[in-house]
């Protein structure tokens, strides 16, 4: 059974500070994918990590999808209130069903 | 990327009634899933719908609690049978990617309550 571990799983930091959350897996995904969720809505598709090694800026934030393609991170750079929410990382299954693994999800509060 | 209208968007049931969840998207897909959330927890799937076959439960869920129709390929519909109040979560319904977006995206979500 393919698993995500995902850390930390409550984050509560000042405006401006940086952060990185954590996926890990002892499972190989074909892609990570990080969702960002607000309460009253649906997880939104942040970014597709593929290849291992890669790396994808989206302004203030980086992905990083490992060699091996079994972990992947989100590093917040300055964070702003705005960047407050529920972070999930979810990966591709083996089975290619377009089933997707979700991580625990980390909770996210930026206080200004 | 697709737009998925969901609704209800919530809803307070008295137990032991059913509630159907309707989940309209606005290009054709081939899979849809429904998913349950504990709020500001992780989303366990509940099955996969695809349009002329049944619908795969995942282990834990069956046909006679959550029923689920797909008669074409923009929507698809989750029932939650006898509820119960262990039944009070929110319901996501989703799509993967579509037009060559590789990513999945979510309808808004069904906020139930069982009482």
């Known amino acids: 059974t393919q698993l995500l571990e995902q850390s930390p799983q409550f984050l509560s930091i000042q405006e401006g500070e940086n952060l990185t959350v954590y996926c890990n897996s002892s499972?190989?995904?074909?892609?990570l994918q990080w969702y960002r969720q607000e309460p009253g809505e649906g997880p939104v598709l942040l970014v597709t990590?593929?290849?291992?090694?890669e790396v994808k800026k989206l302004k203030r934030l980086t992905f990083q999808f490992g060699d091996a393609r079994k972990d992947s991170s989100l590093h917040i750079t300055a964070a702003q209130p705005g960047d407050t929410g529920l972070y999930l990382c979810a990966g591709d299954g083996s089975s290619n069903t377009g089933k997707l693994i979700f991580g625990q999800g980390t909770t996210l509060q930026v206080k200004p | 990327s697709a737009v998925i209208s969901q609704k209800p968007s919530r809803d307070i049931c008295q137990r032991g009634t059913s509630l159907t969840i309707q989940c309209q998207v606005d290009s054709q897909v081939t899979m849809m899933f429904w998913y349950r959330q504990q709020p500001g927890q992780s989303l366990t799937l509940i099955a996969t719908?695809?349009?002329?076959?049944?619908?795969?439960?995942e282990s834990g869920f069956v046909i006679d609690k959550f029923p689920i129709s797909r008669p074409n390929l923009t929507f698809s519909t989750l029932t939650v049978s006898n509820m119960s109040p262990e039944d009070s979560s929110i319901y996501l319904c989703?799509?993967?990617?579509?037009?060559?977006?590789?990513?999945?995206?979510f309808g808004s979500g069904t906020r139930l309550t069982v009482v």
């Open positions: 990590v593929v290849t291992g090694g």
């Open positions: 719908a695809n349009q002329g076959s049944e619908a795969t439960y």
């Open positions: 989703s799509v993967d990617g579509v037009l060559g977006v590789y990513g999945y995206t």
């Open positions: 499972s190989v995904f074909s892609s």
